[in-house]
């Protein structure tokens, strides 16, 4: 069983029916990460340099032939960032930052070893975004990231590949804070249900002998 695999209770997580306010046992303060903005931007790179790092395994035979390349965390990295209030917007603010993806790279080497590498890629971000009023707790801007890449070349000269990429960026402004939110109360956590294969199914069902059958017509 599962949250969502039949089990029925007012205190798991799930579609609300009927009065919503029944049920409501208390008020809790959770440590939760507030949004005050966020925006997506999505881009297709062309004629991106892949520098590769912690090549596995190490030394291949080059040159190298590239298969893919994909994010392996959704956390990217920002430096380079400013964060400049608009006098004619307020609450709002310019914010410039250089935001790294960091990419797991697929490749065979000249012998038909398969093999990976690390990379980054690389994207400088020019947008606007609400910004919170200067507080004692500050706010921080994060970015969740996504890339993927198909197509890429090997360069002889230097080892790196050139690839064309798609790349998600999400900026976030937040803060860490203590919330006060109406409950329901703790959440009643089911057993858990092993998965099976149920080779046997069907079988096991069976009698374990045979039924008694109606007798044929000679041994009435």
Known sequence: ?????????????????GNALTGLSEKVCIQAQKIFDACIKQVQIENYTL????????????????VSARSVTSAGTITSLTVDRLA????????QAVV?????????????????AQAVISVTQDVLLSVPAPSI?????????????????????????????????ILKVSIDVQILLPS????????????????CQGFFEL??????????GKCK
Do not use: W
Not at 51 to 66: G, S
Not at 88 to 95: I, L, P
Not at 159 to 165: H, I, L, P, Q, Y
């Open 1 to 17: 069983m599962s949250f969502y695999s039949n089990f029925q209770s007012s205190q798991c997580p799930g579609c609300i029916t």
């Open 51 to 66: 520098t590769l790092t912690d090549l596995t395994p190490a030394d291949p035979t080059y040159p190298l032939t590239f």
């Open 88 to 95: 004619d917007k307020q609450g709002c603010a310019r914010v």
């Open 100 to 116: 790294s993806v960091p990419v797991e790279v697929a490749y065979t080497d000249a012998n038909g070893t398969e093999g990976v």
């Open 137 to 169: 707790m500050p706010y921080r801007i994060t970015a969740e990231t996504s890339a993927v890449s198909a197509e890429g070349t090997f360069n002889a000269q230097n080892n790196t590949f050139t690839v064309e990429a798609c790349v998600t960026i």
């Open 184 to 199: 329901y109360g703790y959440c009643a956590i089911p057993p858990a249900q092993d998965y099976s294969h149920e080779v």
């Open 207 to 216: 009698p374990l002998y045979p039924q008694s059958a109606k007798t044929c």
